[in-house]
């Protein structure tokens, strides 16, 4: 299996982080019950298509001061601007009642989106809502309006958000349903795992919503559906 390329993420995004899940049990059987967020998401741009892009991780604290002398973000923004791209920020609020200080807002979704990510998932909070990049998605534990004492702790690290374990380099595919984690090695079988969901889908729901339906017309839908491979 080669590498995914750019135009493979891009062919993701015309499918949602459902239907990505649902092709990922079929392709990695044994990813069925982890890798995706489990807690819900406040998304600033709902309507948007799904993004699709290899993770840049941070974590911060937002309840506290800096006591590190207040290094600068420099290296951080380096971080972030490296490639591949396109990229997706990551970021794992540590306060123990996430969302207490916004890293998002006005200023980072701009900037970000010009170092080339396509949204950030965090479990912290964000705010500017009006005047937040168009295009960059963002996925937050909550809107709030203060960015308190935020400050990056780490980068570069595995985080947690919302349940789903991200390590830098991932292929994170996200949209206002959640975001879920991809194996490199699956982003070029998902589309065929898709078109076989779709088959099989179209059966049942082609009985559900036809006159008459019962029982025993699905019994008749499950079966013609299970015999589509």
Known sequence: MTAPTLDDLKILT??????ICNALEIVVPERRGYGFSVKPFSCLYPDMAPI???????????????????????????YVAAGPHPTIVVIEDLDPSPGIGAFWGEVHTAVHKGLGALGVVTSGSYRDLP???????????????SHAFCHEVEFGTSVNVHGMEVSHGDVIHADRHGAVVVPESAVQEIPEAVDL???REAKILHAARAEGFGIEALKKALSEASEIH
Do not use: H
């Open 14 to 19: 015309q499918w949602d982080t459902p239907t």
């Open 52 to 78: 699709c892009g290899y993770a840049r991780t941070a974590k911060i604290r937002a309840a506290v001061p800096d006591l590190g002398s207040n290094p600068s973000r420099v290296p951080y923004y380096e």
């Open 131 to 145: 005047d937040s990049a168009p295009g960059f998605q963002v996925l937050g534990g909550m809107v709030g309006p």
């Open 197 to 199: 969901i779709a088959r």
